[in-house]
């Protein structure tokens, strides 16, 4: 496993991390998900990524009983705090101070620790002035239950606005959480260039495009039975790339990852990892094989003729837009 620093921090974090997003909990039972969380220590990964509305809280009970044992000054436990949990009140859910300092409690019960090394808002709070959002994280830092403040899926004047606010406070505000893969690559015109500047990196998720970047799904045929695009929460995201024109050209991607010695899997997370503004790729899994299968990404240099060969393949299938980086 390589390591990379995160922003412009201290924080080294593994460059593949494990996130549990539609599986602990849920969709896999607990004792082939804890089997999967070894597999990733078992890999060397170190960077563990989670949410409190995951499986609404679940998952990170999950996550937390998996990692028992474990010596916690080797692991990096990132969590998140925005979307509902609980019964739906009005205050369980945004970045208000009252559900931050509450959720902060709950995830730290949940996760069996005394404080998360990443603490990130899942999305951008437009109903909550900017300023208590980043002081309530500020004094979280201050407390000793958060040691660095991340956001996930901010555009890049979001990002700019809280930045300046994290200066004004003192605070390590270090990381952003976006989609992005070979497909989806909207945060490149600006929100790349913004963290750049700010000191941010990307911690990104769904380097594989939901699963259509390993080649599952093919072209005028049905969808695999128990993939990610039969499940109430997954399909969604993965629905935007289940077009015939876009699948063809996925299966056109085989001999190029041939070529380098990987899966198209494989590629597809080494290819996030060649943008170094990406400190770490989000692998999930429902077995330990994917699992060590993608770790193989780790550590890979993929050459410039290949690159430029992939966007050749790929070409108008793939989304830069910037306004596609939606908050609600």
Not at 139 to 146: A, I, N
Request: aromatic share 6%.
């Amino acid at each position: 496993m390589e390591f990379r620093r995160l922003g412009r921090s201290g924080l080294n974090i593994s460059e593949i991390s494990y996130g549990n997003w539609l599986t602990h909990g849920s969709q896999v039972e607990e004792e082939q998900a804890t089997a999967c969380v070894h597999a990733a220590l078992d890999a060397g990964i170190t960077t563990f990524d989670t949410a409190d509305v995951y499986a609404n809280t679940k998952a990170e009970e999950v996550l937390g009983r998996a990692l028992k044992g474990q010596r916690r000054e080797s692991l990096e436990i990132f969590t998140k705090v925005f979307w509902p949990t609980g019964p739906g009140g009005p205050n369980d859910k945004g970045l208000g101070r009252k559900h931050i300092v509450e959720s902060i409690n709950g995830s730290l019960k949940r996760l069996q620790t005394d404080y998360v090394d990443l603490y990130q808002a899942h999305r951008f709070d437009r109903t909550v002035p900017l300023e208590e959002t980043m002081l309530a994280f500020a004094d979280l830092v201050r407390q000793g239950k958060v040691l660095y403040i991340g956001v996930s899926e901010w555009n890049a004047e979001q990002i700019a606005r809280g930045a300046a606010l994290a200066r004004e406070l003192n605070v390590p505000f270090i990381s952003n959480q976006p989609q992005y893969s070979m497909l989806w690559r909207v945060i490149e015109p600006q929100v790349v260039p913004t963290s750049e500047r700010e000191g941010i990196s990307q911690i990104v998720w769904s380097p594989i495009a939901q699963g259509v970047l390993t080649g599952k799904y093919l072209p005028g045929q049905p969808v695999p039975e128990g993939s990610r695009a039969t499940d109430a929460n997954g399909s969604k995201f993965i629905s935007r790339f289940l077009k015939d024109d876009v699948l063809e050209k996925v299966q056109k991607l085989k001999p190029l990852a041939e070529e380098a010695g990987l899966s198209l899997a494989q590629l597809a997370v080494a290819w996030v990892l060649q943008n170094p503004n990406v400190a770490s790729a989000i692998i999930g899994a429902s077995r330990p094989e994917q699992v060590h299968e993608n770790v193989k990404a780790a550590g890979v240099k993929l050459e410039a003729e290949l690159l430029e060969k992939i966007d050749e393949v790929l070409g108008d299938s793939v989304e830069t837009d910037p306004r596609l980086t939606v908050t609600p």
